[in-house]
């Protein structure tokens, strides 16, 4: 069976400071692998999503993400955090083998942005 | 843009109302969800719909109901409102195949008295 684990429930990194969100999942299948943002009081978002082919992923906002199966992660990163970026952040992995279209989601990580 | 549409953002109910919480999406998708969030506790699925008047129990059918008459409106039904039903409840919809991702409406935080 699926499922994802994202490292950390709380990130906080200062303005201009390098992003890192850790997510890593376990699939007996090849995955299809999404990232989704939550700002306050609304639905989630998706940023970018990896199925096939190249291995970094480039999504809106300027985040990316890398999918290293040796690793079995997806860690979503961006070059310099803003303001703006502060949300609730998921990972989540496709249940394509068993039930297509249903996704297992991690637990999420609130990234935190200091001035 | 896909646009799933969910009825009330914000919704006070009482203890033992039937609730009806419904949800419209745009893109002729096959698939739609229902989940809750609660802080700590991340997404869980309530229930899914691959098809109409199909449904399958997702993690916590429990105190749900669903319908899905026509295809692009999949409705979530609290027989009993409880107050442990307080919550944020997110619709999505998708095409089937897996490589495809959910598309999510705005939310409705219901707080039920």
């Known amino acids: 069976a699926q499922s994802v684990t994202q490292l950390g429930s709380h990130v906080s990194v200062s303005e201009g400071a390098l992003v890192l969100l850790r997510c890593n999942y376990s699939s007996s299948v090849p995955p299809y692998l999404f990232w989704y943002v939550q700002y306050p009081n609304q639905g989630l978002q998706l940023l970018l999503k990896?199925?096939?082919?190249?291995?970094l992923v480039k999504g809106i906002n300027g985040f990316e993400a890398e999918f290293k199966k040796s690793e079995t992660s997806f860690h979503l990163t961006k070059p310099s955090a803003h303001m703006s970026d502060a949300a609730e952040y998921f990972c989540?992995?496709?249940?394509?083998?068993?039930?297509?279209?249903?996704?297992?989601f991690g637990q999420g990580t609130e990234l935190s942005v200091k001035p | 843009d896909v646009k799933v549409t969910q009825s009330s953002r914000y919704l006070v109910k009482r203890t033992g109302e039937k609730v009806f919480l419904e949800c419209v999406q745009d893109m002729d998708h096959e698939n739609m969800f229902w989940y809750r969030q609660d802080p700590g506790l991340g997404l869980r699925l309530i229930y899914f719909s691959y098809d109409v008047k199909m449904k399958e129990k997702g993690d916590i059918p429990e105190g749900y109901s669903v319908s899905r008459e026509k295809k692009e409106r999949f409705s979530l039904i609290l027989e009993s409102a409880s107050t442990n039903q307080t919550s944020m409840y997110l619709c999505?919809?998708?095409?089937?195949?897996?490589?495809?991702?959910?598309?999510f409406g705005d939310g409705t935080r219901l707080s039920i008295l």
């Open positions: 989540a992995v496709s249940d394509w083998y068993n039930q297509g279209g249903k996704l297992i």
């Open positions: 990896y199925t096939t082919g190249a291995t």
């Open positions: 999505a919809s998708s095409f089937p195949e897996g490589n495809q991702p959910q598309h």
